[in-house]
């Protein structure tokens, strides 16, 4: 069973490093989501892409943050000059047709130091 | 912002007894998703009941919604130690629902 796969799990930088973070959605899945989740929340959405197009990015926390799904296949976030106040654990998630449930990758927990 | 409340913050029980959730929002849904996600791990999706629906079952699960009072309910039945999670609601609304709207979460333990 294919589900969603995120990588690296773990990643720790130092502040003003960028970094970069796969999603591989569920294979037919044509909706993919990018969320934060920091200690003791819920998690927050960022952005939102059916196919190759980003159809919502206004929820990015900064234009330090950006998304990308070139080949409407995988995903990748960016975040550049990485901040302590970065460090949360970033979700993605995909679905078939928009308000469909959404199924979770595993996540990339962040640590900026 | 987070537009649904999970109502306890957390909740203990044990093994055998049955534990309900609760989850209030504020804005009109279409639709209210439930997860669960074990300590540091990523959710799981496990229900989603539509705004025309009242009650959904699905296996130890059944979650309810009332849109005039605007809030859900989850009840999980003879509960395992398995169980022991945080488990949240997301509303989704606006056109196309792609946007899930977390609460904070319950977190429940179930003692063995």
């Known amino acids: 069973d294919t589900g969603v796969s995120q990588d690296p799990r773990h990643k720790i930088t130092k502040r003003g490093q960028n970094v970069t973070f796969r999603c591989d959605p569920i294979?037919?899945?044509?909706?993919l989501y990018w969320y934060r989740q920091t200690l003791g929340q819920g998690p927050e959405f960022l952005t939102y892409?059916?196919?190759?197009?980003?159809?919502?990015k206004s929820r990015l926390l900064s234009d330090r943050f950006s998304a990308e799904r070139p080949k409407g296949s995988f995903s990748t976030l960016e975040i550049q000059r990485t901040e302590q106040g970065d460090s949360a654990m970033y979700l993605c998630a995909s679905s078939f047709l928009a308000g469909d449930e959404q199924y979770f990758g595993p996540g990339t927990r962040l640590t900026v130091t | 912002s987070q537009q649904g409340e999970e109502d306890p913050q957390a909740l203990s029980i044990q093994e055998g007894e049955n534990a309900t959730m609760n989850c209030s929002y504020k804005?009109?849904?279409?639709?209210l998703q439930w997860y669960r996600q074990n300590s540091g791990r990523g959710l799981v999706h496990l229900i989603l009941?539509?705004?025309?629906?009242r009650e959904k079952h699905s296996g130890r699960l059944r979650v309810t919604l009332d849109t005039s009072k605007k809030s859900s309910s989850l009840l999980i039945t003879a509960s395992r130690a398995a169980d022991t999670a945080s488990y949240f609601c997301?509303?989704?609304?606006?056109?196309?629902?792609?946007?899930?709207?977390f609460g904070k979460g319950t977190k429940l333990s179930v003692i063995p």
């Open positions: 892409f059916q196919n190759e197009a980003q159809l919502e």
């Open positions: 997301a509303t989704g609304s606006g056109a196309g629902s792609y946007q899930l709207t």
């Open positions: 804005t009109s849904i279409n639709n």
């Open positions: 294979s037919e899945h044509n909706r």
């Open positions: 009941i539509r705004s025309n629906e």
